[in-house]
Every structure is written in structure tokens, then in C-alpha cells.
């Protein structure tokens, strides 16, 4: 299986900051990754995938890098919508697997 | 709109046996995996298995293979996750989401999720 590592697991961070969450992989999984934001109570919400493709709809100060077994999400200027828990996925081989998820808290 | 609707939240306990659903809607029920994806409390996300409902392909988790069992009917449009004797430690919220391009690929969209408790 590959395992994902999301670093760090928590974020403490203020309106206006730019945040970044790192993914790193076992493995390559060349670009097949994709990002999700879980808010408590709440089903994950899909925002990213293939690494760096943005899903119609999510807000253009998220964006997506990486390549082989290093990715990163970047929030360009942390809005209060943003306070919730990030995950990665990789979809380059089964069993799918996921990071085990940064919270993004107010500091 | 594509929409996965799950069933209502259970109670149970230990050495019963469970089944919860999800509901598509808006798009070819048959043309597309479902997955099930389990999130036991304060903890993160695990793929249990998918389906396929055109043919019933399954595949599922080395983790959870021989511990669940995923169907579907595409005559009610409906996928279902089903154990045979619960443990304590099935109590989780289980997701059911859609994979968007085929196996593998990412999950969108999600079903608002079942609480599922088991008691001893």
C-alpha cells in the first residue's frame, strides 16, 4: 500500500495568512492526488485533483503542487471559511489511501 | 445534481448485523464506482471498497476484506454496506462518495454520511 504523510497535523494560522500543508507519498504516484476540506459534522469536500487542478467552484486562493512523492496545498489568504481539517489522496494505485489530515485552527 | 443519499443513523450492538445504504441520483447509476469510506471518531479517512453497479465488480481494502460486504441493486439505484456481526470497533461516521473517472481516481461527490455505534 502507499502511505501518505501530511505534515504538519495541526495549523495554527490567522485571517489573511498565507498557509501551505505538505503530502509526501511512499512512493511516486507521479501526479494522481487530490485534496479535500472536512469542517466538523461535516462529508469531506473534493477540491483539487491531479495534483494542481482546481475543481469549478473552489475559490482560486487554493491551489495544488507537487510531483512523484512531495505535494503541497496552498491557501493564498486564509478566509474564516477556511478553519477546518485538509486531507490528501492518492489515486495512483488501490487501495486508495489517504493522509491522515492537517487541522487548520485559529490562532 | 448529482446527490448520494445515505440512510439514518444506527444503534446496535455487539454480534448484530448491520446493512446501510446509499441512494444516487442525478447521473447513470451504473456508469460509475461507489466506494465507502470509514471515519472512526476524532480520526481520519479510510477507504473501505468500492462497486461497481453495472456488473457488481467489488473491490475492496486489504484491511477490511472479510469484514464488510459491499452490494448494490441498480434497480433502486442503491449501494449498500453490510456486516454480519458488528464489533465495538465499527463505531464510526461511514461515508459513502462517488469516484468521479474509474478506478483508481478521487471521490466526489459525498453522501452526508451514517453514524453507525455499536455497544457491548
Known amino acids: 500500500d502507499i502511505q501518505m504523510t501530511q505534515s504538519p497535523s495541526t495549523l495554527s494560522a490567522s485571517v489573511g495568512d498565507r498557509v501551505t500543508i505538505t503530502c509526501r507519498a511512499s512512493?511516486?504516484?507521479?501526479?494522481?492526488l487530490a485534496w479535500y476540506q472536512q469542517k466538523p459534522g461535516k462529508a469531506p469536500k473534493f477540491l483539487i485533483y491531479?495534483?494542481?487542478s482546481l475543481e469549478s467552484g473552489v475559490p482560486s486562493r487554493f491551489s495544488g503542487s507537487g510531483s512523484g512523492t512531495e505535494f503541497t496545498l496552498t491557501i493564498s489568504s486564509l478566509q474564516p471559511d477556511d478553519f477546518a481539517t485538509y486531507y490528501c489522496?492518492?489515486?495512483?494505485?488501490?487501495?486508495?489511501?489517504f493522509g491522515q489530515g492537517t487541522k487548520v485552527e485559529i490562532k | 445534481e448529482v446527490q448520494l443519499v445515505q440512510s439514518g443513523a444506527e444503534v446496535k450492538k455487539s454480534g448484530e448485523s448491520l446493512k446501510i445504504s446509499c441512494k444516487g441520483s442525478g447521473y447513470t447509476f451504473t456508469n460509475y464506482w461507489i466506494g465507502w469510506v470509514r471515519q472512526m471518531p476524532g480520526k481520519g479517512l479510510e477507504w473501505v471498497g468500492i462497486i461497481y453497479p453495472g456488473d457488481s465488480d467489488t473491490r475492496y481494502s486489504p484491511s477490511f476484506q472479510g469484514q464488510v460486504t459491499i452490494s448494490a441493486d441498480k434497480s433502486i439505484r442503491t449501494a449498500y454496506l453490510q456486516w454480519s456481526s458488528l464489533k465495538v470497533s465499527d463505531t464510526a461516521m461511514y461515508y459513502c462518495?462517488?469516484?468521479?473517472?474509474?478506478?483508481?481516481?478521487?471521490?466526489?461527490?459525498w453522501g452526508q454520511g451514517t453514524l453507525v455505534t455499536v455497544s457491548s
Open positions: 491531479k495534483a494542481s
Open positions: 462518495a462517488r469516484l468521479s473517472y474509474g478506478d483508481p481516481s478521487w471521490f466526489d461527490p
Open positions: 489522496q492518492q489515486y495512483n494505485s488501490s487501495p486508495l489511501t
Open positions: 512512493q511516486s504516484i507521479s501526479s494522481w
